[in-house]
C-alpha cells in the first residue's frame, strides 16, 4: 500500500535555529511530492512541491526540501525560523496530475523565543 | 482573485442528526476535492469531482456521507445521520484542472457531533 510517513509529530525549535521536517513515502510508482502548511484554524497552504528535475526544491519563505529517490524521502529544511513558522506542516503526495493528495500526519512545529 | 469559500465554518450537532457543508471553489476550477481531516491526522480524500461528474468517492462512507455538484460550481457534502466518529475538519479544495498539480484549500468547517 502506498502511504507517507512524517517520523516526528512535533518539533519544538528555538527562533532563528534550523529545522528539518523528515517525510518518508512508500509507493511502486513514481509521484509527486508537496509539502503544505497548515496555521491555526486556518486550510493548507503550498509551500513548495517536486515534479521532475533539480532534486532541491525551494519554496516559499524560505523553505527548501530535497527528493530523494533511492531513500524514498521528501524532509522539509529551513535554515533559520521565525516565531511565525508555528504550524502544522504535512508531506503528501500524488500519483499524477489531478490525482488525490495523500498526505502524512503531520508535524507541528514550535517555535520557540 | 477570491480563494475557496467554505460555510459554516463551525458546527456542533448530536449524533444521529443531519448535517450539510458547502464550498465555493476558485473561479474557472473544474476541479473540486473534500477532504476530511481528523484531529492529529492528515487530511484523507473522500471524493472528486471533475466539473459536476464524480472522479473518485471510494473512501466516501455511502450510507452516511452524499455530495454533489450540480452545476459544477459550488459543491454541498451531506452528512445524515451523524455519528461521534464525523468529528472533524472538511476541507474543500479545488484545482484548476485535471492536469493541474496544485489544489487549493479553504479554511475548513469544524464538525463536532456530541
Not at chain 1, 37 to 52: C, D, E, H, I
Not at chain 1, 54 to 74: D, M, P, R, Y
Not at chain 2, 6 to 21: D, G, L, N, T
Amino acid at each position: 500500500a502506498q502511504s507517507v510517513t512524517q517520523l516526528d509529530s512535533q518539533v519544538p525549535v528555538f527562533e532563528e535555529a534550523p529545522v528539518e521536517l523528515r517525510c518518508n513515502y512508500s509507493s511502486s510508482v513514481s509521484v509527486y511530492l508537496f509539502w503544505y502548511v497548515q496555521y491555526p484554524n486556518q486550510g493548507l497552504q503550498l509551500l513548495l512541491k517536486y515534479l521532475s528535475g533539480s532534486t532541491l526544491v525551494k519554496g516559499i519563505n524560505g523553505f527548501e526540501a530535497e527528493f530523494n529517490k533511492s531513500q524514498t524521502s521528501f524532509h522539509l529544511r529551513k535554515p533559520s525560523v521565525h516565531i511565525s513558522d508555528t504550524a502544522e506542516y504535512f508531506c503528501a503526495y500524488a500519483r499524477a496530475a489531478g490525482n488525490k493528495l495523500t498526505f502524512g500526519g503531520g508535524t507541528r512545529v514550535l517555535v520557540k523565543p | 482573485e477570491a480563494g475557496v469559500a467554505q460555510s459554516p465554518r463551525y458546527k456542533i450537532i448530536e449524533k444521529r442528526q443531519s448535517v450539510a457543508f458547502w464550498c465555493n471553489p476558485i473561479s474557472g476550477h473544474a476541479t473540486l476535492y473534500w477532504y476530511q481531516q481528523i484531529l492529529g491526522q492528515g487530511p484523507k480524500l473522500l471524493i472528486q469531482f471533475q466539473n459536476n461528474g464524480v472522479v473518485d468517492d471510494s473512501q466516501l462512507p455511502k450510507d452516511r456521507f452524499s455530495a454533489e455538484r450540480l452545476k459544477g460550481v459550488d459543491s454541498t457534502l451531506k452528512i445524515q445521520p451523524a455519528k461521534l466518529e464525523d468529528s472533524a475538519v472538511y476541507l474543500c479544495a479545488s484545482s484548476l484542472r485535471t492536469s493541474s498539480y496544485e489544489q487549493y484549500f479553504g479554511p475548513g468547517t469544524r464538525l463536532t457531533v456530541t
